[in-house]
Protein backbone atom coordinates (compact mmCIF):
# COMPACT_ATOMS: atom_id res chain seq x y z
CA UNK A 1 0.00 0.00 0.00
CA UNK A 2 1.55 3.50 -1.01
CA UNK A 3 2.72 5.69 1.84
CA UNK A 4 3.11 9.29 2.36
CA UNK A 5 5.64 10.64 4.90
CA UNK A 6 6.01 14.22 6.25
CA UNK A 7 7.53 15.81 9.35
CA UNK A 8 6.14 17.19 12.28
CA UNK A 9 6.57 18.93 15.65
CA UNK A 10 6.62 15.19 17.19
CA UNK A 11 8.54 13.97 14.71
CA UNK A 12 8.06 11.77 11.10
CA UNK A 13 4.86 10.14 10.63
CA UNK A 14 3.67 8.02 7.80
CA UNK A 15 -0.09 8.22 5.97
CA UNK A 16 -1.17 5.51 4.24
CA UNK A 17 -2.98 5.90 0.94
CA UNK A 18 -5.18 3.31 -0.65
CA UNK A 19 -5.02 1.98 -4.33
CA UNK A 20 -9.20 3.74 -4.53
CA UNK A 21 -8.35 6.89 -3.46
CA UNK A 22 -5.01 7.16 -6.15
CA UNK A 23 -7.51 5.74 -8.51
CA UNK A 24 -10.53 8.07 -7.76
CA UNK A 25 -8.11 11.14 -8.26
CA UNK A 26 -6.72 10.03 -10.83
CA UNK A 27 -10.27 9.38 -12.64
CA UNK A 28 -11.66 12.98 -11.50
CA UNK A 29 -8.23 14.46 -12.96
CA UNK A 30 -9.13 12.78 -16.58
CA UNK A 31 -12.74 13.49 -16.76
CA UNK A 32 -11.63 17.66 -15.74
CA UNK A 33 -9.01 17.46 -18.62
CA UNK A 34 -11.08 15.61 -20.89
CA UNK A 35 -14.16 18.29 -19.90
CA UNK A 36 -11.64 20.83 -20.68
CA UNK A 37 -10.12 19.90 -24.09
CA UNK A 38 -13.85 18.76 -24.96
CA UNK A 39 -16.16 21.81 -24.55
CA UNK A 40 -15.25 25.18 -26.29
CA UNK A 41 -17.50 28.32 -26.50
CA UNK A 42 -17.39 30.77 -29.18
CA UNK A 43 -18.30 34.33 -28.40
CA UNK A 44 -20.96 36.43 -30.45
CA UNK A 45 -19.53 37.60 -34.13
CA UNK A 46 -16.55 34.49 -34.24
CA UNK A 47 -16.37 31.45 -36.08
CA UNK A 48 -14.64 28.36 -34.63
CA UNK A 49 -12.50 26.58 -36.81
CA UNK A 50 -12.38 22.82 -36.22
CA UNK A 51 -9.37 20.45 -37.25
CA UNK A 52 -9.04 17.30 -36.66
CA UNK A 53 -5.16 16.28 -36.67
CA UNK A 54 -4.43 19.51 -38.77
CA UNK A 55 -6.66 18.82 -41.31
CA UNK A 56 -9.82 21.43 -41.57
CA UNK A 57 -13.64 19.55 -40.90
CA UNK A 58 -15.94 22.08 -39.82
CA UNK A 59 -17.12 25.60 -39.06
CA UNK A 60 -19.02 26.08 -35.66
CA UNK A 61 -21.34 29.23 -35.00
CA UNK A 62 -21.62 31.42 -31.73
CA UNK A 63 -21.89 29.11 -28.08
CA UNK A 64 -20.67 26.56 -26.19
CA UNK A 65 -19.63 23.17 -28.59
CA UNK A 66 -17.80 19.75 -28.23
CA UNK A 67 -15.15 18.72 -30.04
CA UNK A 68 -12.66 15.30 -29.84
CA UNK A 69 -10.64 15.77 -26.80
CA UNK A 70 -7.01 15.34 -26.27
CA UNK A 71 -5.75 17.30 -28.74
CA UNK A 72 -7.28 15.23 -31.61
CA UNK A 73 -9.52 18.33 -32.28
CA UNK A 74 -8.32 21.90 -32.25
CA UNK A 75 -10.65 24.96 -32.48
CA UNK A 76 -9.14 28.29 -33.92
CA UNK A 77 -11.98 31.31 -32.97
CA UNK A 78 -11.87 33.83 -36.23
CA UNK A 79 -13.94 37.04 -35.74
CA UNK A 80 -15.75 37.80 -38.24
CA UNK A 81 -17.37 40.80 -38.06
CA UNK A 82 -14.37 42.82 -36.94
CA UNK A 83 -13.29 45.58 -38.71
CA UNK A 84 -9.06 45.37 -38.84
CA UNK A 85 -6.65 47.83 -39.84
CA UNK A 86 -3.71 48.36 -40.80
CA UNK A 87 -1.67 51.71 -40.87
CA UNK A 88 1.01 52.61 -43.47
CA UNK A 89 4.05 55.82 -42.93
CA UNK A 90 2.12 56.12 -39.32
CA UNK A 91 1.06 54.51 -35.99
CA UNK A 92 -1.88 54.85 -34.00
CA UNK A 93 -0.77 55.99 -30.43
CA UNK A 94 -4.03 57.33 -29.01
CA UNK A 95 -7.50 56.68 -30.25
CA UNK A 96 -10.49 58.76 -29.80
CA UNK A 97 -12.26 61.76 -29.92
CA UNK A 98 -8.53 63.15 -29.91
CA UNK A 99 -6.35 60.87 -31.67
CA UNK A 100 -2.35 60.67 -31.43
CA UNK A 101 -0.49 59.74 -34.70
CA UNK A 102 3.00 59.00 -35.29
CA UNK A 103 3.55 60.34 -38.31
CA UNK A 104 6.62 59.25 -41.08
CA UNK A 105 8.47 62.00 -40.49
CA UNK A 106 8.96 61.03 -36.43
CA UNK A 107 10.35 57.69 -37.07
CA UNK A 108 11.16 54.39 -40.13
CA UNK A 109 7.64 54.42 -40.94
CA UNK A 110 9.09 57.21 -43.75
CA UNK A 111 10.68 54.07 -45.90
CA UNK A 112 6.95 53.02 -46.41
CA UNK A 113 4.90 56.19 -47.32
CA UNK A 114 8.09 57.90 -49.29
CA UNK A 115 7.05 57.48 -52.78
CA UNK A 116 8.08 58.45 -55.90
CA UNK A 117 5.67 59.72 -58.48
CA UNK A 118 4.88 59.67 -61.99
CA UNK A 119 6.11 62.91 -63.33
CA UNK A 120 9.19 62.01 -60.83
CA UNK A 121 8.55 63.94 -57.68
CA UNK A 122 8.42 62.63 -54.31
CA UNK A 123 5.47 62.33 -51.93
CA UNK A 124 5.21 61.16 -48.42
CA UNK A 125 1.50 59.18 -48.65
CA UNK A 126 0.29 57.84 -45.58
CA UNK A 127 -2.70 55.77 -45.40
CA UNK A 128 -4.65 52.92 -43.50
CA UNK A 129 -6.69 50.41 -45.06
CA UNK A 130 -10.03 48.28 -42.92
CA UNK A 131 -10.91 45.03 -44.01
CA UNK A 132 -13.00 41.90 -42.67
CA UNK A 133 -12.31 38.16 -42.52
CA UNK A 134 -15.25 37.17 -45.14
CA UNK A 135 -13.94 33.71 -45.17
CA UNK A 136 -12.12 31.60 -41.87
CA UNK A 137 -11.22 28.69 -43.24
CA UNK A 138 -9.56 30.56 -46.47
CA UNK A 139 -7.94 33.07 -44.01
CA UNK A 140 -6.57 30.68 -41.78
CA UNK A 141 -5.38 27.73 -44.57
CA UNK A 142 -4.85 29.66 -47.66
CA UNK A 143 -1.96 32.29 -46.76
CA UNK A 144 0.98 31.96 -44.35
CA UNK A 145 0.97 34.92 -42.64
CA UNK A 146 -1.99 36.53 -44.04
CA UNK A 147 -1.51 40.28 -42.41
CA UNK A 148 2.14 40.26 -43.47
CA UNK A 149 0.75 39.53 -47.27
CA UNK A 150 -1.79 41.88 -47.14
CA UNK A 151 0.53 44.99 -45.87
CA UNK A 152 3.05 43.98 -48.81
CA UNK A 153 0.57 43.99 -51.34
CA UNK A 154 -0.78 46.80 -50.31
CA UNK A 155 2.14 48.87 -50.57
CA UNK A 156 3.22 47.66 -53.96
CA UNK A 157 -0.14 48.36 -55.43
CA UNK A 158 0.31 51.40 -53.83
CA UNK A 159 3.11 52.53 -55.03
CA UNK A 160 2.17 51.20 -58.68
CA UNK A 161 -0.60 53.90 -58.68
CA UNK A 162 0.97 56.67 -57.06
CA UNK A 163 3.51 55.91 -59.98
CA UNK A 164 1.41 56.17 -62.76
CA UNK A 165 -0.19 60.20 -61.86
CA UNK A 166 1.34 63.17 -61.00
CA UNK A 167 2.76 64.89 -57.91
CA UNK A 168 -0.17 67.49 -57.80
CA UNK A 169 -2.67 64.46 -58.66
CA UNK A 170 -1.36 62.53 -55.71
CA UNK A 171 -1.71 65.96 -53.31
CA UNK A 172 -5.07 67.32 -53.80
CA UNK A 173 -7.95 66.35 -56.52
CA UNK A 174 -6.59 62.82 -57.01
CA UNK A 175 -6.81 61.23 -53.39
CA UNK A 176 -10.34 59.64 -53.78
CA UNK A 177 -9.52 58.27 -57.02
CA UNK A 178 -6.34 56.92 -55.58
CA UNK A 179 -8.14 55.00 -52.11
CA UNK A 180 -11.16 53.11 -55.39
CA UNK A 181 -7.90 52.17 -57.81
CA UNK A 182 -6.06 50.71 -54.41
CA UNK A 183 -9.40 49.16 -52.95
CA UNK A 184 -10.35 47.67 -56.63
CA UNK A 185 -7.04 46.20 -57.42
CA UNK A 186 -5.88 45.14 -54.18
CA UNK A 187 -9.46 42.94 -53.88
CA UNK A 188 -8.51 41.42 -56.98
CA UNK A 189 -5.42 40.08 -55.97
CA UNK A 190 -6.42 38.91 -52.07
CA UNK A 191 -9.51 37.18 -54.31
CA UNK A 192 -6.61 35.32 -56.38
CA UNK A 193 -4.95 34.44 -54.04
CA UNK A 194 -8.12 33.11 -51.98
CA UNK A 195 -7.01 34.78 -48.32
CA UNK A 196 -10.71 35.38 -47.24
CA UNK A 197 -10.06 38.99 -46.57
CA UNK A 198 -12.48 41.66 -47.76
CA UNK A 199 -11.27 45.15 -48.36
CA UNK A 200 -13.94 47.47 -47.08
CA UNK A 201 -11.73 50.73 -47.47
CA UNK A 202 -8.60 52.67 -48.25
CA UNK A 203 -8.04 56.20 -46.62
CA UNK A 204 -5.12 58.19 -48.04
CA UNK A 205 -4.53 60.16 -44.63
CA UNK A 206 -2.23 62.42 -45.38
CA UNK A 207 -0.04 63.56 -48.36
CA UNK A 208 2.98 65.44 -48.21
CA UNK A 209 6.00 66.71 -49.81
CA UNK A 210 9.12 65.20 -48.47
CA UNK A 211 10.44 67.30 -45.42
CA UNK A 212 13.56 68.24 -47.08
CA UNK A 213 11.94 69.86 -50.01
CA UNK A 214 8.77 70.99 -48.37
CA UNK A 215 10.17 74.63 -48.56
CA UNK A 216 10.81 74.50 -51.82
CA UNK A 217 7.38 72.60 -52.95
CA UNK A 218 5.59 75.46 -51.07
CA UNK A 219 7.51 78.37 -53.03
CA UNK A 220 6.65 76.33 -56.61
CA UNK A 221 2.89 76.19 -55.16
CA UNK A 222 3.22 79.49 -54.53
CA UNK A 223 4.38 80.52 -58.11
CA UNK A 224 1.61 77.81 -59.80
CA UNK A 225 -1.23 79.56 -57.58
CA UNK A 226 -0.03 82.75 -58.98
CA UNK A 227 0.32 82.20 -62.74
CA UNK A 228 -2.95 80.41 -62.36
CA UNK A 229 -4.08 83.61 -61.22
CA UNK A 230 -2.37 85.55 -63.80
CA UNK A 231 -4.12 82.88 -66.41
CA UNK A 232 -7.44 83.60 -65.41
CA UNK A 233 -7.41 87.32 -65.44
CA UNK A 234 -6.07 87.08 -68.76
CA UNK A 235 -8.87 84.84 -69.59
CA UNK A 236 -11.12 87.21 -68.53
CA UNK A 237 -9.68 90.01 -70.17
CA UNK A 238 -10.06 87.84 -73.62
CA UNK A 239 -13.75 87.07 -72.91
CA UNK A 240 -14.47 90.49 -72.13
CA UNK A 241 -12.21 92.30 -74.89
CA UNK A 242 -12.44 89.49 -78.24
CA UNK A 243 -16.25 88.99 -78.38
CA UNK A 244 -16.63 93.02 -78.04
CA UNK A 245 -14.09 92.96 -81.21
CA UNK A 246 -15.81 90.24 -82.64
CA UNK A 247 -18.78 91.44 -82.35
CA UNK A 248 -18.12 94.88 -83.52
CA UNK A 249 -16.59 93.62 -86.47
CA UNK A 250 -19.35 91.64 -87.19
CA UNK A 251 -21.90 94.53 -87.28
CA UNK A 252 -19.10 96.90 -89.78
CA UNK A 253 -19.52 93.51 -92.01
CA UNK A 254 -23.09 93.23 -91.92
CA UNK A 255 -23.36 96.72 -92.30
CA UNK A 256 -20.98 96.67 -95.53
CA UNK A 257 -22.99 93.79 -96.58
CA UNK A 258 -26.51 95.99 -96.38
CA UNK A 259 -25.23 99.28 -97.93
CA UNK A 260 -24.05 96.86 -101.06
CA UNK A 261 -27.11 95.45 -101.20
CA UNK A 262 -28.91 98.61 -101.37
CA UNK A 263 -26.49 99.54 -104.06
CA UNK A 264 -27.11 97.34 -106.29
CA UNK A 265 -31.44 97.23 -105.82
CA UNK A 266 -30.77 101.10 -106.16
CA UNK A 267 -28.27 100.24 -109.20
CA UNK A 268 -31.07 97.52 -110.45
CA UNK A 269 -34.03 100.11 -110.00
CA UNK A 270 -32.49 102.59 -111.78
CA UNK A 271 -31.92 100.31 -115.03
CA UNK A 272 -34.96 99.50 -114.87
CA UNK A 273 -36.18 102.91 -114.73
CA UNK A 274 -33.98 103.66 -117.25
CA UNK A 275 -35.05 100.38 -119.56
CA UNK A 276 -38.29 101.58 -119.12
CA UNK A 277 -38.03 105.74 -120.28
CA UNK A 278 -36.58 104.06 -123.04
CA UNK A 279 -39.32 102.17 -124.31
CA UNK A 280 -41.61 105.08 -123.72
CA UNK A 281 -39.15 106.97 -125.28
CA UNK A 282 -38.73 104.86 -128.18
CA UNK A 283 -42.79 104.90 -128.55
CA UNK A 284 -43.15 108.79 -128.27
CA UNK A 285 -39.44 110.98 -128.34
CA UNK A 286 -41.05 114.29 -128.48
CA UNK A 287 -43.88 113.57 -125.49
CA UNK A 288 -40.81 111.88 -123.43
CA UNK A 289 -38.57 114.59 -124.10
CA UNK A 290 -41.23 116.97 -122.57
CA UNK A 291 -42.00 114.92 -119.57
CA UNK A 292 -38.68 114.12 -118.79
CA UNK A 293 -37.91 118.07 -119.19
CA UNK A 294 -40.98 118.79 -117.33
CA UNK A 295 -39.95 116.83 -114.41
CA UNK A 296 -36.43 117.87 -114.61
CA UNK A 297 -37.29 121.43 -113.96
CA UNK A 298 -40.22 120.36 -111.02
CA UNK A 299 -36.58 119.13 -109.31
CA UNK A 300 -34.95 122.77 -110.06
CA UNK A 301 -37.09 125.27 -109.75
CA UNK A 302 -38.13 125.13 -106.18
CA UNK A 303 -34.26 125.38 -105.30
CA UNK A 304 -33.83 128.73 -107.17
CA UNK A 305 -34.54 131.95 -105.08
CA UNK A 306 -35.08 134.54 -108.08
CA UNK A 307 -36.93 133.58 -111.31
CA UNK A 308 -37.61 135.19 -114.40
CA UNK A 309 -39.89 134.11 -116.88
CA UNK A 310 -39.88 136.09 -120.16
CA UNK A 311 -41.16 135.46 -123.40
CA UNK A 312 -39.33 133.59 -125.83
CA UNK A 313 -40.33 136.16 -128.77
CA UNK A 314 -38.37 138.81 -126.50
CA UNK A 315 -35.28 140.96 -127.67
CA UNK A 316 -34.31 141.90 -124.62
CA UNK A 317 -34.44 141.25 -121.15
CA UNK A 318 -33.20 144.78 -119.69
CA UNK A 319 -37.13 146.19 -118.58
CA UNK A 320 -37.36 143.10 -116.23
CA UNK A 321 -34.06 143.55 -114.36
CA UNK A 322 -34.05 145.96 -111.61
CA UNK A 323 -30.19 147.50 -112.48
CA UNK A 324 -30.99 150.59 -109.63
CA UNK A 325 -31.29 147.50 -106.74
CA UNK A 326 -27.62 145.88 -107.26
CA UNK A 327 -28.49 143.96 -109.97
CA UNK A 328 -30.76 141.71 -107.86
CA UNK A 329 -33.63 140.91 -109.43
CA UNK A 330 -37.00 139.56 -108.20
Known amino acids: MPTIRFQTQDGPRKVFISWKVILTAVGVLAVLFVFNTSFYSVEAGEVGVIQRFGKYVRKTGSGLHFKLPWGIEKVSKVNVEYRYKEEFGFHTVQAGITSRFETAHQSEFEKTSLMLTGDLNSAVV ?78 CQNVLPPRDVKSSFDEVNTAQQEMSKIENQARAEFNRVIPKARG ?39 ITRQRIYLETMAKIL ?14 SILPLLELGNGGKSK
Request: charged share 30%; net charge neutral; proline share 3%.
Open 126 to 203: EWSVQYNIKDPRSYLFNVRNPERTLRDMCESIMREIVGDRSVTEVLTMGREEINVAVRDQLQGVLDAYESGIKITQVI
Open 248 to 286: NAQKMINEAEGYKQQRINRAAGDVARFRSILTEYQKAPE
Open 302 to 315: PKIKHKVVIDEDAR
